[in-house]
T-cell receptor, first 112, second 114 residues
Framework: DADVTQTPRNRITKTGKRIMLECSQTKGHDRMYWYRQDPGLGLRLIYYSFDVKDINKGEISDGYSVSRQAQAKFSLSLESAIPNQTALYFC???????????FGPGTRLTVT | AQSVTQPDIHITVSEGASLELRCNYSYGATPYLFWYVQSPGQGLQLLLKYFSGDTLVQGIKGFEAEFKRSQSSFNLRKPSVHWSDAAEYFCAVGALTGAQKLVFGQGTRLTINP
């Protein structure tokens, strides 16, 4: 089984809808991250969490919110989706002082 | 704040040829440096990392990278590419202090000609 899982893998939604992307990990890592990937822009950090009580904004947090329900679960919400949020979204985890991040398979989100 | 530039958006090489992907970073101190690979439809997989010590680091799948402080570079190399190396490659830099976030480059897409 994959160490970092994301659901759904693909989602098409309409402008104005609320949508939640979920991430779960079995690696036991304390740190979790949400990124979005757009062609030509690489990965940009949306939010990150160092533990259940610690949530931090990344460079592009506007229009997004997150919830760290447990050490193993980190959800990303779009309260009112807009077309320019169409992107590939990745969840990642890392352990304490170690920088290596381990990525989930991604969620392809299309907002029409 | 740190930043990363990958000057080449797309590179095409023939199978069996050598490969070098460029990565330049900006950071005021010694950085942590990474190369990740993303195969089509997949997440990112760590190829190799540099934290300290030997400036030539070996990674998985026959890749290596060399940290050159004087040039602020961390270029990825492979002596002979295989068709399965076709993917997108991302360089990333992490800071030693603060939030320990990674900043990613824009990525380089590698195409392999048979």
């Amino acid at each position: 089984d994959a160490d970092v899982t994301q659901t759904p893998r693909n989602r098409i939604t309409k402008t104005g809808k609320r949508i939640m992307l979920e991430c779960s990990q079995t690696k036991g890592h304390d740190r979790m991250y949400w990124y979005r990937q757009d062609p030509g822009l690489g990965l940009r950090l949306i939010y990150y969490s160092f533990d259940v009580k610690d949530i931090n904004k990344g460079e592009i947090s506007d229009g997004y919110s997150v919830s760290r329900q447990a050490q193993a679960k980190f959800s990303l919400s779009l309260e009112s989706a807009i077309p320019n949020q169409t992107a590939l979204y990745f969840c990642a985890t890392s352990e304490g002082q170690h920088y290596e991040q381990y990525f989930g398979p991604g969620t392809r989100l299309t907002v029409t | 704040a740190q930043s990363v530039t990958q000057p080449d958006i797309h590179i095409t090489v023939s199978e069996g040829a050598s490969l070098e992907l460029r990565c330049n970073y900006s950071y005021g101190a010694t950085p942590y440096l990474f190369w990740y690979v993303q195969s089509p439809g997949q997440g990112l997989q760590l190829l190799l990392k540099y934290f300290s010590g030997d400036t030539l680091v070996q990674g998985i799948k026959g890749f290596e990278a060399e940290f050159k402080r004087s040039q602020s570079s961390f270029n990825l190399r492979k002596p002979s590419v295989h068709w399965s190396d076709a993917a997108e490659y991302f360089c990333a830099v992490g800071a030693l202090t603060g939030a320990q976030k990674l900043v990613f480059g824009q990525g380089t897409r590698l195409t392999i000609n048979p």
